[in-house]
């Protein structure tokens, strides 16, 4: 079935497809609407679930944590500082293995208060544990929220995502959707059943006092779930393919075979990079663009293999790391090591401004005329 | 099941392999014991005791028993003594534990 869906109706329709069993939320802008509509379809009887009121981001986190370790399949949603009040729980559902999934709207870090697209919010949870992908449009929203479910939950990987899409430019944008129908996806994704879970008959305690002598394995057992990570993601991507008709993978690569110049970029400005792509093309330049969906696990090799032949690589952040440049294009410099192809990083963006078609043209045209440089600012105003 | 029964829970870990993913006590924490910091241990004089219950109910773990007179599980008392300071009878007394 297709329907014309916001990004945020398209989230809380993919929660619905996943049958998730407890939904514990806090309204912010521009994430809201997510959990409206869930609390909707809850009490008009369409999902059997817990919407569970919680008074700050925080309790609605901590509320999954506590329902997953129970064995049951939870979702929140957030954006921005809701993001960052979550923080301590964000540690927590990863180093205790729960395979919660949480929409981010991304959204920009106040002050100055803002409400409009920038990835730092969820960037600056790289560190916690968290697989994160970043999606290009509402139909990737869907289908990473029901994939997302499949990857965390399985034994060998047992890991939380937090699947992020633009403010207003996906969170508020209406696009066709396909929902698919209700049996394949109930097939593709089976009920949660954790071998291990909160059961009063018998009884055991999550998170406990861990001495030196195993907290250091299960920092080791994490960094190894994100490594089989990468593979499964790819699996499972492919297996979405065959039942589904889009397959999906820790990147995207658009023109980039043949390309002279690479352009690596994530969420919404990968659409735009397209279209900048044609455009170029149509003039005889040589250009690809590499969309990066996972950012934890980093797809190292991905990027590697795919602007291996390139002159140039350019990388366009919507978020940056103050005293050092952009996150995703500190990632990609350090997946090429070892290489001397020249690199651009691009910061474009921040705070909801708009990255044109002409703006990504005239990363392209920085890059044929000068030396690499790890900061270029796209249209500051200085 | 006797508090001295054996945890037959309890696995052998040599290495990451034999760790669940994540750290979860297998069995409740009737065979993890948390009272070996204690350093101060409070000693109930039941000469004294009116059998309130008001330890019981200011003992922030569950370590005072609600038997008669209360009893202190010392598998998991602390040595906050808050119970001693709490006791309207002062029936509650210290030790230095090691004594």
Not at chain 1, 49 to 64: M, P, Q, T, Y
């Given at each position: 079935m297709k329907k014309v869906l916001t990004g945020n109706f398209t989230a809380a329709y993919a929660a619905t497809a996943a049958k998730v069993d407890v939904i514990a939320a806090y309204p912010i802008t521009p994430q809201t609407t997510i959990v409206e509509l869930l609390s909707e379809i809850v009490a008009d009887g369409k999902l059997d679930?817990?919407?569970?009121?919680?008074?700050?981001?925080?309790?609605?986190?901590?509320?999954?944590i506590g329902a997953q370790a129970a064995g049951a399949r939870t979702f929140t949603a957030t954006s921005a500082q809701g993001l960052a009040l979550m923080h301590e729980m964000i540690h927590w559902a990863a180093r205790g293995r729960l395979p919660i999934v949480l929409a981010n709207v991304n959204r920009a870090m106040a002050p100055g208060w803002s409400i409009w697209a920038d990835a730092t919010d969820s960037v600056a949870q790289r560190d916690t544990g968290w697989m994160q992908v970043y999606c290009e449009n509402n139909q990737e929203v869907f289908d990473t929220i029901l994939m997302s479910y499949k990857i965390g939950e399985?034994?060998?990987?047992?890991?939380?995502?937090?699947?992020?899409?633009?403010?207003?430019?996906?969170?508020?944008?209406?696009?066709?959707?396909?929902?698919?129908?209700?049996?394949?996806?109930?097939?593709?994704?089976?009920?949660?059943?954790?071998?291990?879970?909160?059961?009063?008959?018998?009884?055991?305690?999550?998170?406990?006092?861990?001495?030196?002598?195993?907290?250091?394995?299960?920092?080791?057992?994490?960094q190894k779930a994100h490594e089989s990570a990468t593979q499964v993601i790819k699996e499972v991507g492919k297996e979405?393919?065959?039942t589904f008709g889009r397959e999906y993978g820790l990147v995207d690569a658009y023109k980039c075979d043949d390309a002279d110049y690479i352009l690596i970029n994530y969420s919404t400005i990968a659409g735009t990079a397209k279209d900048a792509?044609?455009?170029?093309?149509?003039?005889?330049?040589?250009?690809?663009?590499?969309?990066?969906?996972?950012?934890?696990?980093?797809?190292?090799?991905?990027?590697?293999?795919?602007?291996?032949?390139?002159?140039?690589?350019?990388?366009?952040?919507?978020?940056?790391?103050?005293?050092?440049?952009?996150?995703?294009?500190?990632?990609?410099?350090?997946?090429?090591?070892?290489?001397?192809?020249?690199?651009?990083?691009?910061?474009?963006?921040?705070?909801?401004?708009?990255?044109?078609?002409?703006?990504?043209?005239?990363?392209?045209?920085?890059?044929?005329?000068?030396?690499?440089?790890?900061?270029?600012?796209?249209?500051?105003k200085e | 099941m006797s508090k001295n029964e054996k945890n037959k829970y309890e696995v052998e870990i040599k290495g990451a392999k034999d760790m669940p993913s994540m750290p979860a006590s297998l069995g409740s924490m009737k065979y993890n014991k948390t009272a070996s910091w204690r350093s101060i241990k409070p000693v109930i004089i039941t000469e004294k005791c009116k059998n309130c219950?008001?330890?019981?109910?200011?003992?922030?773990?569950?370590?005072?028993?609600?038997?008669?007179?209360?009893?202190?599980?010392?598998?998991?008392?602390?040595?906050?003594?808050?119970?001693?300071?709490?006791c309207p009878f002062d029936a509650i007394k210290t030790e230095k534990e090691g004594k």
């Open positions: 679930a817990d919407f569970v009121k919680v008074e700050s981001e925080h309790s609605a986190l901590a509320a999954c399985r034994e060998d990987i047992l890991l939380p995502t937090l699947v992020n899409l633009d403010a207003f430019f996906l969170s508020h944008t209406s696009q066709v959707v396909d929902l698919y129908d209700e049996k394949t996806i109930d097939s593709f994704l089976p009920k949660y059943n954790p071998k291990i879970k909160l059961d009063e008959k018998s009884p055991c305690s999550f998170g406990a006092l861990t001495a030196p002598d195993h907290y250091y394995e299960f920092s080791y057992k994490i979405f393919g065959k792509v044609d455009r170029m093309r149509d003039k005889g330049i040589k250009v690809g663009t590499l969309k990066v969906r996972y950012f934890r696990p980093f797809p190292y090799e991905e990027i590697k293999s795919t602007v291996s032949n390139a002159k140039k690589i350019g990388v366009i952040d919507r978020a940056v790391s103050y005293g050092q440049e952009g996150p995703f294009f500190n990632e990609t410099k350090a997946s090429l090591y070892g290489k001397t192809t020249p690199m651009y990083g691009f910061l474009a963006g921040l705070g909801g401004r708009d990255v044109s078609i002409k703006d990504i043209e005239s990363m392209v045209d920085y890059m044929k005329t000068n030396d690499p440089e790890n900061k270029i600012w796209i249209g500051v | 219950m008001i330890c019981w109910k200011f003992c922030p773990e569950p370590a005072i028993l609600p038997t008669t007179p209360p009893t202190i599980d010392y598998d998991y008392c602390k040595g906050c003594g808050i119970c001693v300071v709490e």
